[in-house]
């Protein structure tokens, strides 16, 4: 045993030794991403005769150590929206090593939001940050479950694909997954009918766990399969602090872990409150088998869009470069860039940040929901990039729409609604459930009545509808039949005709709902359409099973309620503004999910008025919005991938 580990040591100081003689020193190299890379060319050279094809996608996988919520999904889209500044085009993939199928039916607190692409598919909020950050149009194979995986590989099994073989673990398991990441890393997902030159997947939970353990096994058969031109393994790790010192030892474990099945990272980045020292990155370096430029910082920052320039400044794309030979490859230029956003470089993103960085003046948005937190991530990015625009810093307020609902003299009544008061703007997200609806239509009434900027997105809509007929139609007792199965109640919202009702009632919720990108045929002149920079038709992602009334829609235009959008029919309601006559500075409703399309510089157009309004800049904005005219990215014709 004592000889076997000597020989282990000294095959790892060797291999060390090794891979610091072929890389030079980050002094060397320089921290610039526009710097010179000359010092790099030695080890660019390395594998050249193994001839890597410029058409093979190459896959940067990006994998977890010592604990989860490390921030792996802020650093995969760092590092993409870092490619994409440096010419290159990108996807992203996320593999998640649980069971389930049916992402949609997941409970938001476990989860988090579900995420809906323009396919209809229903993914982990990660596949959002990666649409923001790195400016795609993502699909439903671009998150793989383990559950996703059994399915096909059973499905291949009855129909024969094995031939009666005994079907294993390895290699028809992982077999599966190399397989769906071969296939989704080469589909275009920014726009274009181009190949992705680089893929970076994301490997949810932590090296150890026995969940991961398949995804592990999958992602060293990749890196045979590709070559090791065409592959590059980065761990983030977490450099805890005690008494003041940085600790390397549960970086040393975790990578430990990771080499006994197979696989050694060529980049090891370190979470940590403060700046990794020089000392700190040595000791991991030589721990780990290494090269010390190979060790990141990823200290903690004021906001995530520093990131990219944090990896920049770690030389990430000399290392990149170096391992996957990048200099091989032919750029993209902003000229020849089908592009839904302004973040072409790293001097965007930095200018972006610092805006960020600078403002102070806060805006106060109240989100009534029934949750709080994660469940809504997209659209507090969606609010959080229109605050941006408008020169503010929001703050946010959670009122749990159920407690609207308690006795107008209880404690718990007026506490939600002195939020309601100190707020500038009110948001009222969607969702599912009869939980807390009533007091969503309430706090859309008490915007309407007190002239409060106010957004309500799907179930949000329907909630300001709701409360519009039970106020100035007389309507009381008025709702969904979402909420009324039984049709006991007057229904001004009811079950879509287009949908499903047997697949809903047996739970089969995906097959039940307009899901996914849809055209929005805006009214022009509406605020909708300015904010959309004149556009009469959009296009915006659904997720949803009931629609407006026709029954009562002449009575509710009478009142003042516009519908200022339909679908491309003219037959379903989409969009709903209050009348100019009315007085109100500004109120919408929005059946679709504006703000899963929403980008750092480009923010959802609904999200964007909301803020306008809030901060008392609704009619310049309208102006500017329509001087700027509109973006690709909301255009009817722009669907990825058609």
Same mark, same amino acid.
């Given at each position: 045993?004592?000889?076997?580990?000597?020989?282990?040591?000294?095959?790892?100081?060797?291999?060390?030794?090794?891979?610091?003689?072929?890389?030079?020193?980050?002094?060397?190299?320089?921290?610039?991403?526009?710097?010179?890379?000359?010092?790099?060319?030695?080890?660019?050279?390395?594998?050249?005769?193994?001839?890597?094809?410029?058409?093979?996608?190459?896959?940067?996988?990006?994998?977890?150590?010592?604990?989860?919520?490390?921030?792996?999904?802020?650093?995969?889209?760092?590092?993409?929206?870092?490619?994409?500044?440096?010419?290159?085009?990108?996807?992203?993939?996320?593999?998640?090593?649980?069971?389930?199928?049916?992402?949609?039916?997941?409970?938001?607190?476990?989860?988090?939001?579900?995420?809906?692409?323009?396919?209809?598919?229903?993914?982990?909020?990660?596949?959002?940050?990666?649409?923001?950050?790195?400016?795609?149009?993502?699909?439903?194979?671009?998150?793989?479950?383990?559950?996703?995986?059994?399915?096909?590989?059973?499905?291949?099994?009855?129909?024969?694909?094995?031939?009666?073989?005994?079907?294993?673990?390895?290699?028809?398991?992982?077999?599966?997954?190399?397989?769906?990441?071969?296939?989704?890393?080469?589909?275009?997902?920014?726009?274009?009918?181009?190949?992705?030159?680089?893929?970076?997947?994301?490997?949810?939970?932590?090296?150890?766990?026995?969940?991961?353990?398949?995804?592990?096994?999958?992602?060293?058969?990749?890196?045979?399969?590709?070559?090791?031109?065409?592959?590059?393994?980065?761990?983030?790790?977490?450099?805890?602090?005690?008494?003041?010192?940085?600790?390397?030892?549960?970086?040393?474990?975790?990578?430990?872990?990771?080499?006994?099945?197979?696989?050694?990272?060529?980049?090891?980045?370190?979470?940590?409150?403060?700046?990794?020292?020089?000392?700190?990155?040595?000791?991991?370096?030589?721990?780990?088998?290494?090269?010390?430029?190979?060790? *990141?910082?990823?200290?903690?920052? #004021?906001?995530?869009?520093? %990131? /990219? +320039?944090?990896?920049? =400044?770690?030389? &990430?794309?000399?290392?990149?470069?170096?391992?996957?030979?990048?200099?091989?490859?032919?750029?993209?230029?902003?000229?020849?860039?089908?592009?839904?956003?302004?973040?072409?470089?790293?001097?965007?993103?930095?200018?972006?940040?610092?805006?960020?960085?600078?403002?102070?003046?806060?805006?106060?948005?109240?989100?009534?929901?029934?949750?709080?937190?994660?469940?809504?991530?997209?659209?507090?990015?969606?609010?959080?990039?229109?605050?941006?625009?408008?020169?503010?810093?929001?703050?946010?307020?959670?009122?749990?729409?159920?407690?609207?609902?308690?006795?107008?003299?209880?404690?718990?009544?007026?506490?939600? *609604?002195?939020?309601?008061?100190? #707020?500038?703007?009110?948001? %009222? /997200? +969607?969702?599912?459930? =009869?939980?807390? &609806?009533?007091?969503?239509?309430?706090?859309?009434?008490?915007?309407?009545?007190?002239?409060?900027?106010?957004?309500?997105?799907?179930?949000?809509?329907?909630?300001?509808?709701?409360?519009?007929?039970?106020?100035?139609?007389?309507?009381?007792?008025?709702?969904?039949?979402?909420?009324?199965?039984?049709?006991?109640?007057?229904?001004?919202?009811?079950?879509?005709?287009?949908?499903?009702?047997?697949?809903?009632?047996?739970?089969?919720?995906?097959?039940?709902?307009?899901?996914?990108?849809?055209?929005?045929?805006?009214?022009?002149?509406?605020?909708?359409?300015?904010?959309?920079?004149?556009?009469?038709?959009?296009?915006?992602?659904?997720?949803?099973?009931?629609?407006?009334?026709?029954?009562?829609?002449?009575?509710?235009?009478?009142?003042?309620?516009?519908?200022?959008?339909?679908?491309?029919?003219?037959?379903?309601?989409?969009?709903?503004?209050?009348?100019?006559?009315?007085?109100?500075?500004?109120?919408?409703?929005?059946?679709?999910?504006?703000?899963?399309?929403?980008?750092?510089?480009?923010?959802?157009?609904?999200?964007?008025?909301?803020?306008?309004?809030?901060?008392?800049?609704?009619?310049?904005?309208?102006?500017?919005?329509?001087?700027?005219?509109?973006?690709?990215?909301?255009?009817?014709?722009?669907?990825?991938?058609?």
């Amino acid at each position: 045993m004592a000889v076997a580990l000597v020989a282990a040591a000294t095959l790892l100081y060797l291999h060390y030794r090794h891979r610091k003689a072929q890389v030079p020193l980050l002094s060397q190299v320089g921290a610039s991403l526009h710097g010179s890379a000359n010092p790099w060319q030695m080890l660019a050279t390395r594998g050249q005769a193994n001839g890597a094809s410029p058409k093979q996608t190459k896959f940067v996988v990006v994998v977890g150590g010592v604990c989860s919520s490390l921030g792996k999904g802020i650093t995969c889209a760092s590092l993409g929206a870092l490619m994409k500044a440096s010419g290159y085009r990108v996807t992203a993939i996320k593999m998640d090593p649980y069971m389930n199928t049916n992402i949609g039916s997941m409970n938001p607190n476990e989860q988090g939001e579900v995420f809906v692409l323009d396919d209809g598919g229903e993914a982990h909020p990660d596949l959002g940050l990666y649409e923001r950050t790195m400016d795609l149009h993502l699909r439903r194979e671009n998150h793989i479950t383990l559950g996703k995986i059994y399915e096909q590989v059973n499905e291949a099994e009855r129909r024969g694909k094995y031939m009666g073989r005994t079907m294993q673990q390895i290699p028809h398991v992982s077999g599966a997954i190399v397989d769906w990441l071969l296939d989704a890393g080469s589909k275009p997902t920014d726009g274009t009918h181009e190949t992705p030159q680089i893929c970076i997947c994301e490997l949810g939970g932590t090296v150890g766990d026995i969940d991961c353990m398949l995804f592990l096994e999958a992602v060293r058969e990749l890196r045979d399969r590709v070559g090791r031109d065409n592959f590059c393994l980065i761990q983030q790790t977490l450099v805890p602090i005690c008494n003041g010192t940085q600790k390397t030892k549960p970086t040393q474990h975790t990578v430990k872990n990771l080499m006994c099945l197979g696989l050694q990272p060529e980049v090891i980045v370190c979470r940590c409150d403060k700046v990794i020292t020089d000392l700190t990155r040595e000791k991991i370096s030589l721990s780990c088998g290494v090269p010390i430029q190979g060790v *990141i910082d990823s200290h903690t920052v #004021s906001n995530m869009l520093s %990131v /990219p +320039g944090m990896l920049a =400044d770690g030389a &990430v794309i000399n290392l990149l470069t170096a391992n996957l030979r990048l200099d091989h490859l032919p750029k993209v230029t902003k000229e020849n860039a089908r592009a839904n956003t302004g973040l072409f470089t790293l001097e965007d993103w930095e200018r972006l940040a610092r805006r960020k960085d600078e403002v102070w003046e806060e805006v106060v948005i109240a989100i009534v929901a029934k949750y709080e937190g994660d469940a809504y991530q997209s659209a507090l990015q969606a609010l959080d990039h229109a605050a941006v625009q408008t020169n503010r810093k929001l703050k946010v307020l959670w009122v749990d729409s159920a407690d609207l609902e308690q006795p107008e003299n209880s404690l718990t009544y007026r506490t939600a *609604i002195n939020k309601l008061a100190s #707020s500038d703007g009110i948001f %009222v /997200p +969607g969702g599912f459930g =009869d939980r807390g &609806v009533k007091g969503k239509a309430a706090a859309a009434n008490w915007a309407r009545h007190h002239k409060i900027p106010f957004l309500g997105v799907s179930l949000g809509m329907q909630m300001a509808i709701v409360g519009f007929c039970q106020d100035e139609l007389g309507l009381d007792g008025c709702t969904s039949e979402e909420f009324d199965p039984e049709g006991q109640q007057t229904h001004v919202l009811h079950y879509m005709p287009q949908v499903d009702r047997i697949s809903d009632l047996l739970e089969n919720r995906q097959n039940s709902m307009i899901i996914g990108a849809r055209k929005i045929v805006l009214q022009s002149g509406s605020v909708a359409s300015q904010l959309y920079g004149g556009l009469t038709q959009v296009i915006e992602r659904q997720r949803h099973r009931y629609e407006v009334n026709a029954k009562w829609i002449p009575m509710m235009e009478k009142a003042g309620l516009v519908f200022s959008g339909t679908d491309a029919e003219g037959v379903r309601m989409e969009v709903v503004e209050l009348s100019p006559d009315l007085g109100h500075p500004f109120f919408l409703g929005m059946q679709c999910h504006p703000e899963f399309k929403s980008r750092p510089d480009y923010p959802s157009p609904p999200f964007y008025g909301l803020l306008l309004a809030a901060t008392k800049q609704l009619e310049s904005g309208l102006k500017e919005c329509l001087q700027k005219g509109p973006i690709n990215h909301y255009r009817a014709s722009h669907i990825s991938g058609q």
